[in-house]
């Protein structure tokens, strides 16, 4: 049981842009800047896309963003790409279990 | 380049063992806190253990506490994780990850699966 909230699923037509939630509480993502967000192609290694909330490792598109408010955080994939089809897995400081339950994007 | 290969998975019997190994290269491996996370199959990633650059801290979740160990040579640029007892619930794809600051994972190797079943 994972203490950080994702929408199972999340969808969008190629070009367009989807939004993932990841509610935690003021103990984990309200309390602190270390929020982190995975995307995972079953059967491969997981990848970074976002950490310290809004930053973007080198190598990552800049159509990946990440924000937060309050105790919500947020990734928001712009101008969708086929190869972005994934489980995306947020992850805060300070919550059980680190990881949120994950979201499968799909493009449609 | 940053390069973490896990290896040791495998088929074994409820209340076996197993030692999983990782080799990290590409980085100064006794710099950073090194992390299990698993994912059983059709669930999520779950963390599982991790340990100090030093190897003085650990922590471990609840469900395996008493039954997994984790341990790193840092002269020879590897974790590994020694695995008791282990149990149906076990079953799962086991990645080790590098944290580079707040329990947050820049990179991953492609994991070793671990099947438990008689």
């Known amino acids: 049981q994972s203490a950080l909230t994702q929408p199972p699923s999340a969808s969008g037509s190629p070009g367009q842009s989807v939004t993932i939630s990841c509610t935690g509480t003021?103990?984990?993502?309200?309390?602190?800047?270390?929020v982190s967000w995975y995307q995972h192609h079953p059967g491969k290694a997981p990848k970074l896309m976002i950490y310290?909330?809004?930053k973007r490792p080198s190598g990552v598109p800049d159509r990946f963003s990440g924000s937060k408010s309050g105790n919500t955080a947020s990734l928001t994939v712009s101008g969708l790409q086929a190869e972005d089809e994934a489980d995306y897995y947020c992850?805060?400081?300070?919550?059980?279990?680190?990881f949120g339950s994950g979201t499968k994007v799909t493009v449609l | 380049e940053v390069q973490l290969v896990e290896s040791g998975g495998g088929l074994v019997q409820p209340g076996g063992s197993l030692r999983l190994s990782c080799a990290a290269s590409?980085?100064?491996?006794?710099?950073?806190?090194m992390t299990w996370v698993r994912q059983a199959p059709g669930k999520g990633l779950e963390r599982m253990a991790n340990?100090?650059?030093?190897?003085?801290?650990?922590w471990y979740v609840d469900s395996v506490k008493g039954r997994f160990t984790i341990s790193r040579d840092n002269a020879k640029n590897s974790l590994y994780l020694q695995m008791n007892g282990l149990r149906a619930e076990d079953t799962a794809l086991y990645f080790c990850?590098?944290?580079?600051?707040?329990?947050?994972?820049?990179?991953w190797g492609q994991g070793t699966l671990v099947t438990v079943s008689s």
């Open positions: 992850a805060s400081y300070g919550a059980l279990g680190i």
């Open positions: 340990i100090k650059n030093d190897g003085s801290e650990t």
């Open positions: 003021s103990s984990d993502i309200g309390k602190y800047k270390y």
């Open positions: 310290d909330v809004n």
């Open positions: 990850a590098r944290d580079v600051g707040w329990q947050q994972f820049d990179s």
């Open positions: 590409g980085f100064t491996f006794d710099a950073y806190w």
